[in-house]
């Protein structure tokens, strides 16, 4: 039965890991995968997080199984971080299901929307992340894109983007990074979010926000503040939350998919039908990362202490793109024609570098640097110690 299957290639970003672990250089640096590392380029565990593990384990008094759509305590804290106190919570408009990770999220919610509303049009930002498409054609969907990254401007094609939402159908979902938008680290001003919701909702299209950053731009709250900004135009919204990089549980698969409906009643219907979508695919979610979070969210002492270690991630990401730029023109090497200030202009984790495949490829075979092909770099992956090798490498490789 097996004999004929065909090896499958390795994974655009994780195979990248992959090939790192099985090199033997001792000057190999990993730029690709999307994972914060702290200034000794190590993984932390959030002392938060530690915290409140000792507390769980401290009391903890079952295995058992956890409700099908997650523990109605940990739903009400992810509400409560994404819209505040935003009518739609009050109201009982919007109804949360524990996923693992985000991209269980996005899954989930792919396969909810086939199954209760057909075969629908995904429109993804050009570019996205590179599992997106993926979910979503496997669920069934057709997906197609819309313009978003200027590579002339190192900035957002806005115009382009918004005629391409004005021509969406009645019935479609548009996908929306909710801030630090991966891979380029380019997102949508104050002002620009208003439009966009207003171009899904004069074309009757159904938001879907993948919201895997938040607190890695400017704040936990600020970073939020796009949802309520579509919510002005929109009644209905999807919200895929991942607690992957802002909690630091990469390895515990903690995320949520929130529906926003325009009533309670109907946020009952749909949280049935999320249930069974969850019920066939996974049965019930992991408990021990939504633990963590429901642990930390609603103790004070350590939803500030949370809050404190997101901005130290935040301001050591944003001190090391200050830092790659001055090396990089230390060595007079402009990754755009207009310099390299787009670099501290982003947001988040990444940047979209301009680097080519001839240069990435380059970076890896000579100098056992590892990057995604399309030039996306994780920024949160630089240290002061790896930043020279890093940068003396590119300035070799772009001569």
């Given at each position: 039965m097996f004999q004929n299957v065909q090896l499958a290639p390795p994974d655009p970003i994780l195979g990248i890991g992959d090939a790192f672990a099985k090199d033997a250089s001792p000057a190999k640096i990993n730029l690709s995968v999307g994972v914060y590392k702290d200034a000794a380029g190590k993984t932390p565990v959030l002392g938060c997080v530690?915290?409140?593990?000792?507390?769980?384990?401290?009391?903890?008094?079952s295995k058992g199984y956890?409700?099908?759509?997650?523990?109605?305590?940990?739903?009400?804290?992810?509400?409560?971080?994404?819209?505040?106190?935003?009518?739609?919570?009050?109201?009982?408009?919007?109804?949360?299901?524990?996923?693992?990770?985000?991209?269980?999220?996005?899954?989930?919610?792919?396969?909810?929307?086939?199954?209760?509303?057909?075969s629908l049009t995904l429109w993804i930002?050009?570019?996205?992340?590179?599992?997106?498409?993926?979910?979503?054609?496997?669920?069934?969907?057709?997906?197609?894109?819309?313009?978003?990254?200027?590579?002339?401007?190192?900035?957002?094609?806005?115009?382009?983007?918004?005629?391409?939402?004005?021509?969406?159908?009645?019935?479609?979902v548009v996908l929306l990074h909710g801030c630090c938008h991966n891979p380029t680290g380019v997102d949508p001003t104050p002002d620009q979010w208003k439009q966009i919701a207003k171009a899904i909702a004069d074309r009757g299209g159904l938001p879907l926000v993948d919201f895997a950053y938040q607190g890695f731009a400017v704040g936990i709250r600020e970073d939020a503040a796009c949802l309520a900004t579509l919510l002005e135009k929109n009644a209905e919204m999807i919200v895929v939350s991942s607690f992957s990089k802002n909690f630091g549980l990469y390895n515990e698969r903690t995320g949520a998919v929130t529906v926003v409906t325009a009533d309670s009643a109907t946020a009952e219907k749909v949280i049935s039908q999320i249930k069974i979508v969850i019920r066939s695919n996974y049965s019930n979610p992991p408990a021990h990362g939504g633990l963590i979070v429901t642990t930390i969210l609603t103790d004070p002492a350590l939803h500030a202490q949370w809050i404190d270690e997101v901005k130290q991630m935040r301001e050591r990401i944003h001190k090391m793109r200050t830092l790659f730029v001055q090396s990089l023109s230390d060595r007079n090497v402009n990754l755009a024609p207009a310099g390299n200030d787009f670099i501290t202009r982003q947001n988040g984790m990444f940047s979209f570098s301009n680097l080519n495949k001839t240069q990435v490829q380059a970076l890896?075979?000579?100098?056992?640097?590892?990057?995604?092909?399309?030039?996306?770099?994780?920024v949160a992956g630089m240290t002061e110690a790896n930043m020279t090798p890093l940068c003396d490498a590119i300035a070799t490789v772009t001569k």
């Open positions: 530690k915290e409140a593990e000792k507390r769980i384990l401290a009391t903890e008094a956890m409700p099908i759509d997650g523990s109605p305590a940990y739903n009400s804290a992810v509400q409560t971080l994404l819209f505040g106190d935003h009518e739609v919570v009050a109201a009982k408009r919007c109804a949360t299901s524990h996923t693992p990770g985000g991209t269980g999220g996005l899954r989930v919610a792919a396969d909810y929307l086939k199954k209760n509303h057909g930002s050009d570019p996205t992340w590179v599992n997106h498409e993926s979910i979503f054609q496997s669920a069934g969907h057709t997906v197609k894109s819309y313009p978003y990254f200027d590579a002339a401007t190192n900035g957002l094609k806005f115009d382009a983007m918004l005629a391409a939402l004005n021509t969406i159908s009645a019935g479609d890896k075979e000579k100098f056992s640097i590892y990057i995604v092909g399309s030039g996306r770099i994780n």
